[in-house]
């Protein structure tokens, strides 16, 4: 018994060829699922322009209505299915006798290392190739040499579990010549404990940590730091909540100017502050601004009614939905630095296509990339994953003025928004 797996996820293209996609996931709830699915989204590069989730805490039905972020991008539809299938609980008879789901083993680690001519904008055009092969970069280690070459090394890990097999691993190869040259030379290994030295990156300095990975953002960084277009839509941004409504839900409201990954940035927010979500609307654009209605309630299913616990998930969410990346430029010595960071899920989950972002808009710049590094770094309340660029000063910003170092983290803050 239970539902046909093509009708627990449906993906159908619009009409027209301006109309957006249209994804439809109905089957058994399960905790942090609308997270998983708009981080799934996200990584394939895709928009939700609109969306409705309503769930009675045995059964979900999500449609959400999504569009590319760029209209050269490379959308696999059928590869998306297969992921959103991925985390769908089982709609065998199983799950309603409440037997524990067994746990997804981890992808094992490859290590993608090359050696080329390095070239403005190299970095991104890799970047891209795994992206639109989904290998996910977990961590990675780039450094340029004196005589112009660039040595990479990638630990990806591969979606379809496939990069064991000569066919995965010689597309991987094509593909990357495509954008390395025939002369270049890849190797692709499984990773082994012989490489977890080539993991480790340098530690930051104290004081630029307190400045990328503070909890509390004082009025003045919120404002300039605050990822925003303009400051009039920043002052719009509210989260109100209200418990009238409901007999056995709160809910909340919430205005904010639109960005790439707003969905995703609630949920992950919510899935963070063990909040349970009944119902959801989220609505098209208007004059810019985001308007999300959701029903929710606490873990243990009652309403959020303690004041104290109202303003900290208020707070909690207007920091997340105005602030959900930090990006700061830096000295490191004599050189210059560009740090990115984010929150990770409580899974181990990073955000996606951060690094992706980032190497776009120094590509853009026409900025080079002398090295590159991704690692993560603990607080007292989360864990944060953070990247690390040292910057070629050979460019047409002048990076030792406070003009040419805006112009530049203005710039990445718009990319990695969709602006």
């Known amino acids: 018994m239970g539902l046909p797996m093509d009708d627990v996820v449906m993906i159908q293209k619009g009409k027209r060829s301006d109309e957006p996609y249209v994804i439809t996931v109905n089957c058994p709830d399960k905790t942090d699922l609308g997270c998983d699915i708009c981080h799934i989204i996200l990584d394939f590069g895709l928009y939700i322009t609109k969306g409705d989730v309503s769930t009675d805490e045995i059964w979900c039905y999500v449609i959400l209505w999504v569009v590319p972020h760029s209209s050269s991008s490379i959308v696999r539809w059928v590869n998306l299915k297969e992921r959103l299938l991925s985390v769908c609980p089982s709609c065998s008879v199983s799950f309603y006798l409440n037997e524990p789901s067994p746990c997804p083993a981890s992808s094992p680690v490859y290590l993608l290392t090359f050696c080329s001519r390095d070239r403005r904008g190299l970095l991104h055009d890799v970047t891209q190739v795994l992206c639109e092969l989904e290998l996910t970069i977990q961590r990675v280690k780039v450094t340029t040499t004196l005589d112009d070459h660039v040595l990479d090394i990638f630990f990806i890990t591969d979606h379809s579990e496939l990069l064991h097999t000569k066919e995965r691993q010689n597309e991987t190869y094509k593909q990357l010549h495509v954008v390395l040259g025939q002369s270049c030379s890849c190797e692709l290994q499984l990773a082994g404990p012989q490489y977890d030295n080539l993991q480790c990156i340098s530690s930051l300095y104290p004081s630029v940590s307190e400045e990328l990975f503070r909890c509390e953002l004082s009025d003045n960084v919120f404002r300039t730091q605050a990822l925003s277009p303009d400051m009039t839509q920043l002052k719009?941004?509210?989260?109100?909540?209200?418990?009238?409504?409901?007999?056995?839900?709160?809910?909340?409201?919430?205005?904010?100017?639109?960005?790439?990954?707003?969905?995703?940035?609630?949920?992950?927010?919510?899935?963070?502050?063990?909040?349970?979500?009944?119902?959801?609307?989220?609505?098209?654009?208007?004059?810019?601004?985001?308007?999300?209605?959701?029903?929710?309630?606490?873990?243990?299913?009652?309403?959020?009614?303690?004041?104290?616990?109202?303003?900290?998930?208020?707070?909690?969410?207007?920091?997340?939905?105005?602030?959900?990346?930090?990006?700061?430029?830096?000295?490191?010595?004599?050189?210059?630095?560009?740090?990115?960071?984010?929150?990770?899920?409580?899974?181990?989950?990073?955000?996606?296509?951060?690094?992706?972002?980032?190497?776009?808009a120094l590509k853009t710049l026409g900025i080079c990339i002398f090295s590159a590094e991704i690692g993560r770094h603990c607080t007292s309340d989360r864990e944060w994953e953070f990247y690390r660029?040292?910057?070629?000063?050979?460019?047409?910003?002048?990076?030792?003025?406070?003009?040419?170092?805006?112009?530049?983290?203005?710039?990445?803050?718009?990319?990695l928004m969709g602006w």
Do not use: W
């Open 236 to 360: 719009k941004a509210s989260v109100t909540i209200d418990n009238s409504l409901s007999p056995g839900h709160t809910l909340v409201q919430i205005c904010c100017v639109d960005h790439k990954g707003f969905l995703y940035d609630i949920m992950r927010t919510l899935k963070d502050c063990n909040i349970q979500i009944a119902y959801g609307r989220f609505s098209s654009v208007n004059k810019g601004l985001r308007e999300l209605d959701l029903f929710i309630r606490q873990k243990d299913g009652k309403k959020i009614v303690d004041p104290d616990k109202r303003d900290a998930l208020c707070s909690r969410l207007k920091v997340e939905m105005l602030h959900p990346l930090r990006v700061i430029i830096t000295n490191r010595g004599t050189d210059t630095e560009l740090l990115v960071a984010n929150p990770v899920e409580l899974d181990g989950k990073g955000r996606p296509r951060v690094f992706y972002d980032v190497t776009l």
């Open 389 to 415: 660029f040292l910057l070629d000063e050979d460019c047409r910003f002048d990076m030792s003025s406070m003009v040419g170092r805006n112009q530049i983290v203005d710039k990445v803050r718009r990319t």
